[in-house]
């Protein structure tokens, strides 16, 4: 099937159009056919950022515990709260900020026909084309890598008019909350050249160049101006052309202002326009179909089409794959060849206020955005990632040492691009600590994927290292010599029990998801020394730690308990699942240890059916990634369904919440409108990846949790941490896997559903179903398994 999605019409709403992006800069395309907006946003406009030095108050550490040893869990709760208040530190947060629209008022005659919004996902281009007059009208809009613009084609088969306009995003998307006065939008509406200052110390400024047209350029006198104007100034108000069949725009945003000219300069291109378009698709396609996926040979229709069909329950399969290649694309799009990675909505934003100041988040959405990087080989996508966290590590370090009085890094929960201190106040955020554990997986598994030991050595090890130095100072031993982590949040849960404030408040102690990371982040860092063949005597007491860690355990429900600690009972009613992350997304519990993971199984089941109106959209893509390694296909079925049916909009981007208050997720209204959030987008992806693939640093699992209504289908170019890529294609009796080595391999082979071995290997199956296989470097085995 095309990987091209397809609107009937046009966006009203920006959080409907089509996203287009290079990493840097991204471009949303509503489609109008008279009163055109593209928005344009630009990774680093984080307004309102504010850097503070954060008060010592690492004395209140004793204390808390104290209170919390006692059982006074609700003094505990706003303890350090108050301590940070008393010395007035309440530093805000950035909030990712809209750049401006490039605002075109087309001269039509009459009504349009024949229209579409397309977007190619595999050369990442978006596509207006309408009829009036019965004589074609199209518009190209693409965001190029090497010139870091957005480009837009405008082309007719008979001569039109057009007004362009730089404005300042449409002031609709300004809410009245926090003071938006009558006054303030009036200095809002002046703003409308390429310069642009906001209140919260943002100072940016933005070009439109018409780089080809054969029509007639005026400004907004009338008067005329030439194609190859000087740009010794910007044009004020407007710019119309006329008579035209064709005209190129180019679109720059820089975030400084870097002056007319020099803006103007950086618009003068050497190749020609089909030249730029050409380079863009090669590279851009290049990144996208190293992986390919197929669910269905049925005819491309809209996605409107294919939203309405499932709605009733029914979900397409031609919805599945558009949306599993639109993560895709969203991180190709945001991710490459740029200085920051995704925030909570990629690079594509229209509020001037949005939700949770659209920041970085640590205790789940970031890290879910790029769960499908590396399986779908692209590696790169992580690293604007850690440029940003290495670039932040003395922030880390004074978080622990003022807050904590702890040596390492202690990673805050959510953080803008200016700064990596912990700024908000609220309880659950000032006593969540396994950001330091949850990011360092991502910097390890970057090399298992790519076995980069200069990265490993010289930016993986030392960060893990640091933060494993945080949770040396900061748990304590019981009485019983196991460790014990306190105080703690288990995000965002609120645990129930016999003590006063019990489902109120977020404080606790020894959430389990604390001890998961802690052995993760110490196991990975005990491997590294050992390939390294550096610091055994760190490693040795790495290990004890890890000795001393609790056991998991499992409640009376039969449920991976989520505290380990006897006065803080499970929560079934909330979006996280957080202590399940042993099993999902780390590694450590298989289906070789059956008592643990029937108990994740048994959790995850409790917050679908008693909980789910306390889900999101995002928690229906954790789930879904969840019922994976259980090997649920129904699980993942049903979750990816939910989320398509109650919380993806018309152009594929996923809201936070069931955006009809159906009751399906919890309600959250922001502005009047549920948000966006990309990473149920990215979480989508990862999900049917994990179902097709699943591998670890010994073995590889082929379709291991394939829905049953995805009976036919393929998939090329996914990649494990052994080294080996995964091809499949399969059919309702078969399925022939090709297997390519990076390096020389011995690993062990699953095939759950077809295990018969039908050709490619003369071995037998061990007693659990695996085989051996051993490939030297450069080899591709092809093996046909059937039912």
Same mark, same amino acid.
């Given at each position: ?43 680093? =406009? ?28 609700? %003094?505990? /709760? ?48 978006? @596509? !207006? ?22 480009? !837009? ?91 035209? @069949? ?7 945003? /820089? ?42 040979? /049925? ?30 694309? =969203? ?51 992580? =690293? ?45 955020? =000032? ?177 679908? !059916? ?53 009751? !399906? ?54 990649? @494990? ?24 391999? %011995? ?28 490939? @030297?470097?450069?080899?591709?085995? %092809? ?5």
């Amino acid at each position: 099937m095309e990987k091209i999605l397809i609107n009937k019409y046009p966006a009203t709403r920006w959080n409907d159009a089509t996203p287009v992006g290079n990493g840097v800069m991204g471009a949303l395309v509503y489609g109008a056919v008279y009163d055109e907006r593209i928005l344009i946003n630009h990774e680093s =406009l984080f307004n309102w950022c504010e850097d503070k030095q954060i008060p010592d108050i690492s004395a209140s550490l004793p204390i808390v515990r104290d209170l919390m040893d006692k059982g006074d869990y609700k %003094t505990a /709760e706003q303890y350090y709260k108050k301590a940070l208040e008393a010395e007035n530190y309440r530093p805000s947060s950035g909030k990712y900020y809209p750049a401006f629209d490039l605002h075109m008022l087309f001269e039509n005659q009459n009504a349009f026909t024949d229209y579409s919004r397309s977007l190619d996902m595999k050369n990442g281009i978006c @596509t !207006v084309r309408y009829r009036e007059n019965g004589k074609k009208l199209k518009r190209e809009i693409f965001a190029s890598g090497k010139e870091c613009a957005v480009f !837009v084609r405008l082309r007719a088969e008979e001569p039109f008019g057009v007004k362009l306009a730089l404005e300042k995003h449409d002031l609709c998307d300004l809410p009245d909350e926090g003071g938006a006065s009558k006054q303030t939008r009036e200095l809002y509406k002046k703003s409308i050249y390429s310069e642009f200052e906001t209140w919260g110390g943002l100072h940016y400024s933005g070009m439109i160049k018409v780089i080809k047209t054969d029509g007639e350029i005026s400004d907004g006198t009338d008067k005329k101006r030439n194609i190859d104007m000087s740009g010794e100034s910007c044009f004020d108000g407007f710019l119309r052309i006329s008579g035209a @069949t064709e005209v190129v725009l180019a679109i720059k945003c /820089e975030k400084t202002p870097v002056g007319a000219k020099n803006l103007y300069k950086t618009l003068s291109f050497e190749d020609d326009y089909q030249t730029i378009k050409f380079r863009h698709r090669v590279r851009f396609s290049s990144l996208f179909e190293r992986t390919g996926l197929s669910f269905s040979n /049925e005819e491309n229709i809209s996605t409107e089409e294919l939203l309405l069909k499932s709605y009733d329950g029914a979900v397409d399969n031609r919805l599945i794959e558009k949306m599993a290649d639109f993560g895709r694309y =969203l991180l190709v799009s945001s991710s490459i060849g740029c200085e920051f990675p995704a925030n909570l909505q990629g690079i594509w934003n229209g509020d001037y206020s949005p939700a949770w100041a659209c920041t970085y988040f640590n205790n789940e959405n970031i890290q879910m955005a790029y769960w499908q990087a590396c399986r779908g080989g692209l590696s790169e996508a992580l =690293l604007p990632l850690f440029n940003l966290y290495d670039s932040f590590k003395e922030d880390y370090r004074e978080n622990a040492r003022k807050l904590y009085g702890c040596r390492g890094l202690l990673l805050p929960l959510f953080m803008d691009n200016g700064c990596g201190k912990k700024k908000n106040l609220q309880p659950h955020v =000032l006593y969540w600590t396994g950001s330091s554990a949850w990011i360092s997986a991502i910097y390890f598994e970057y090399y298992l994927f790519t076995k980069d030991t200069e990265f490993l050595k010289n930016r993986a090890y030392p960060f893990m290292k640091e933060c494993a130095l945080f949770y040396e100072d900061f748990y304590v031993y019981d009485e019983n010599g196991k460790l014990k982590s306190y105080p703690a949040d288990s995000p965002e849960n609120r645990p129930n029990g016999n003590f006063e404030g019990a489902g109120e408040m977020s404080v606790c102690i020894n959430p389990t998801m604390d001890f998961a990371l802690l052995k993760e982040l110490l196991s990975n860092l005990i491997f590294s020394s050992k390939l390294l063949g550096i610091d055994e005597a760190d490693a040795e007491r790495y290990q004890k730690m890890i000795d001393a860690i609790p056991e998991y355990e499992i409640n009376e429900d039969g449920a991976m308990k989520e505290w380990l600690h006897p006065d803080f009972l499970d929560n079934y009613h909330h979006r996280h699942q957080s202590h399940i992350y042993p099993l999902f997304p780390g590694y450590e519990i298989d289906r070789d240890n059956r008592e643990l993971f029937e108990a994740c199984r048994v959790a995850v089941d409790k917050r679908l !059916v008693i909980g789910l109106k306390e889900q999101t959209g995002w928690s229906l893509s954790h789930m879904a990634n969840i019922y994976a390694r259980l090997k649920d296909k129904d699980g993942v079925k049903k979750c990816l369904d939910l989320l398509l049916r109650f919380c993806t909009g018309q152009n594929l981007f996923t809201y936070h919440n069931d955006w009809r208050n159906m009751g !399906v997720t919890l309600k959250f209204m922001h502005a009047g409108k549920p948000p966006f959030q990309i990473d149920a987008n990215m979480g989508f992806t990862a999900a049917v990846y994990e179902a097709l693939v699943y591998s670890t640093t010994e073995k590889i699992e082929i379709l291991p949790a394939l829905p049953a209504e995805l009976e036919c289908g393929s998939i090329t170019g996914i990649c @494990t941490q052994i080294g080996v890529g995964v091809s499949l294609i399969w059919d309702k009796s078969t399925v022939k896997a090709t297997l390519s080595a990076r390096d020389d391999v %011995t690993f062990k082979l699953l095939s759950p559903e077809y295990k018969a071995l039908v050709d490619g290997l003369n071995s037998t199956p061990d007693k659990n179903g695996y085989y051996t296989v051993s490939l @030297t470097k450069g080899e591709a085995l %092809t093996l046909v398994f059937s039912k």
